[in-house]
């Protein structure tokens, strides 16, 4: 009888020692120096690799000034047509129409896309993949981080 039992006992020893381990990333994750929990364990997670300051695009956008210029021309066209028989009168008024159609659509489109400074995060994740994130502001992110990718911007993991 004691020959079983302290076969049995040196059995579950073994078996729990098994399941002890000093290895980076699998621990209680208090005072641990490992960045980064074990592959697999995190599908959108991923470690920062550089961020840039993004400021706002000053290239030309002419999308805006020109389509509110066509609608400003045809609606000051329709109502020339509508109120006045002097073909000069419906030249001026649709010039006018173009013209304030225009200014209109530029300050809609600075309007919509706002102020595009912050930054650009690039996270390689640990499926491989690399993302690149705009955010305008870091939270304490630097580079080397470990994050979380949700909902288009990067959080501390």
Same mark, same amino acid.
């Given at each position: 009888m004691n020959i079983r039992?302290?076969? *049995?006992? &040196? +059995? $579950?020893?073994l078996a729990l020692a098994g399941c002890a381990s000093t290895s980076p990333g699998y621990g209680s994750g208090y005072?641990?120096?490992?960045?980064?929990?074990p592959s697999g364990r995190c599908y959108d997670c991923g470690t920062v690799v550089s961020i840039q300051a993004a400021s706002r695009d000053t290239g030309t956008n002419i999308?805006?000034?020109?389509?509110?210029?066509? *609608?400003? &021309? +045809? $609606?000051?066209?329709?109502?020339?047509?509508?109120?006045?028989?002097s073909q000069g009168r419906r030249n001026v008024a649709t010039a006018a129409g173009a013209a304030g159609g225009a200014i209109a659509g530029n300050a809609i489109q600075n309007r919509v896309e706002g102020n595009r400074s912050g930054y650009t995060v690039h996270v390689r994740m640990d499926d491989g993949r690399t993302v690149a994130l705009h955010q305008a502001d870091l939270d304490g992110i630097r580079e080397g981080s470990y994050v979380r990718v949700q909902n288009g911007r990067a959080w501390a993991y």
């Open positions: 039992m302290t076969c *049995v006992a &040196a +059995v $579950a020893t005072g641990t120096t490992s960045p980064a929990p999308a805006g000034p020109v389509l509110g210029g066509i *609608v400003g &021309a +045809v $609606a000051a066209k329709e109502l020339a047509r509508k109120n006045t028989d």
